[in-house]
């Protein structure tokens, strides 16, 4: 399975940010599939996920900015980020989640990871 | 949110060397912790999950040990391909957070 983040690399102030991942080599299905950024020079901050069927989770300190959306038929994900300011500028991840079962216990992993894009909100 | 601490945030090591990296939760979040490589340029590779379950293809070398709040990772023999940046994250609850990363570089 492969990633592959697309979308423009830069932003003015206000407007809105859009990216697709497309996943090659497996379906889309059965899994969560997320979106994480890293300004640059900084640590990394998860956005928010979204299973196959539709249902989201949202980092709440994004929430109000933030639509991730899927689309089964293209196998792909996409990531809307509205009223982006310089702060947004990082490189932007698409990663699958995997839920790993041992036991009883269910842990949840980034396995799989797009190259990342750029995208610079000019201040 | 948990926020995750790491330290040291960077650090100097020769090929061979044992390097252990600390990673500290705000609370108890069991064993629910990741750890990732990152190389300049690179995604963020998975090394570890649920604190001490290594990755498929991952060289033995790397072992992670920890639960509750305080975590280690600890590369044993260190190689040439294994200097980077490396950092936890923690998969207990949402909103999912990551250290701030440990940098390994070459003495």
């Known amino acids: 399975v492969q990633l592959q983040e697309s979308g423009p690399g830069l932003v003015k102030p206000s407007e809105t940010l859009s990216l697709k991942c497309t996943v090659s080599?497996?379906?889309?299905?059965?899994?969560?599939w997320s979106w994480i950024r890293q300004p640059p020079g900084k640590g990394l901050e998860w956005i928010g996920d979204?299973?196959?069927?539709?249902?989201?989770n949202y980092n709440p300190s994004l929430k109000s900015r933030v639509t991730i959306s899927v689309d089964t038929s293209k196998n792909q994900f996409s990531l809307k980020l509205t009223s982006v300011t310089a702060a947004d500028t990082a490189v932007y991840y698409c990663a699958r989640k995997t839920t790993v079962v041992i036991g009883v216990y269910s842990y949840g992993t980034f396995d799989i990871w797009g190259q990342g894009t750029m995208v610079t909100v000019p201040s | 949110d948990i926020q995750m601490t790491q330290s040291p945030s960077s650090l100097s090591a020769s090929v061979g060397d044992r390097v252990t990296i600390t990673c500290r939760a705000s609370q108890s979040i069991s064993n629910s912790l990741n750890w990732y490589q990152q190389k300049p340029g690179k995604a963020p590779k998975l090394l570890i999950y649920a604190a001490s379950s290594l990755q498929s293809g991952v060289p033995s070398r790397f072992t992670g040990s920890g639960s509750g709040t305080d975590f280690t990772l600890t590369i044993n023999s260190l190689q040439p391909e294994d200097f980077a940046t490396y950092c936890c994250?923690?998969?207990?609850?949402?909103?999912?957070?990551f250290g701030q990363g440990t940098k390994v570089e070459i003495k």
């Open positions: 979204i299973y196959y069927s539709g249902s989201t």
């Open positions: 994250q923690q998969s207990y609850n949402t909103p999912r957070t």
């Open positions: 080599g497996g379906s889309i299905s059965s899994y969560y």
